[in-house]
């Protein structure tokens, strides 16, 4: 049954047409940044639609999923405030107060309406997108045409998926020229991915280091397309024993790097931690290489392997760490009052 309230207007028809128009002129946005040197407000702008574009399709599909105009409006646009009124007996019932806002859903209430119709997209992905939409436009980096690049990549099985599957159509014939662009990128972006994977298995990583190397981006631009430099390949140079000058080269803009650093960065962010919200670290140097890539809680080094002689202290049982291994399988503690036993004895 349709709502009560005043409900805004909604032309599903127009909500799809401004998808795919916002689709179309990120993909084009993105085009003029790849051969404008990456030009920031470029960069920007393609995030800026092709998010959007995909919000609006997501939109109109869950407006698509009702026959009642007034009900495909009730579930795109924000609810009015429900509060609590007296039923004159004693008891409350929740009334809505207002009318419908001219605001729509966000992403979090897209998910839960596509939940409830049973409408399958990989939120993953979605997710991991608006996180490098805010990045692009709170942070306003200088160099974004590599981040961008991944963007697009990723979209395109997304979007595929979701044309195909959900609306039953044809991406080529809705989207024409801007869909080839992005098959072509994203098969690029498949094809040299294949490749860097190839050459960092010539480059023996540490192997503990290799899910943080997938995860390293060009300090310069942000794309994941990192190779390992040929130079260190030529010379037989490998990332576990010489990591103090392997370089790593972005395919995306030319920059060079040393990886290790990279593959650290990876790590800590992985496992950050905030001591005002009572949280501890879960990483720290390693005592044997020095390099801070020690698991706390595994009680091993991801960089080279070493693990704690002693794991828990004999006399409590008490875990031990790094700084502990230096007295005998005893925790501080025991330690301590061992030694102050055998002065006073």
Known sequence: MAPKFPMPGLDAAKLRENALTSIRLGVEDFERCRHQEGDPARALSAIR????GVLLLFKYKIAACVNDPADAAALIFNPPEILPHSNG???IEWVPVGKFKPTTIDVGTIQKRFETFEIDVDWGVIEKLQAC???LEHLH???TLGEVADFVAELFPVLRDFIQTELGESPATILGDAWQLMLLHHNFFVDITKRCEEAWSEACPPEGMKPWLKECKCSKCSSTLLAPAQENLDAGDTVEYNDDRFKATCIACGHTALIAPLMVDALEKAHSYDPRDGG????ENCNQCGRG???IHEQSCLWCSAELEYTECEMCEEGLGQEDQDNGGLCSYHAYSYEKFMRED
């Not at 639609?49 to 959007?52: C, D």
């Not at 501890?280 to 990483?283: G, I, K, T």
């Open 141 to 143: 980096p200088a160099h």
């Open 89 to 91: 007996d004693g008891g």
């Open 293 to 295: 890539t020690f698991l």
């Open 133 to 135: 939409r805010n990045h």
């Open 280 to 283: 501890e670290p879960s990483v």
């Open 49 to 52: 639609n092709l998010f959007a």
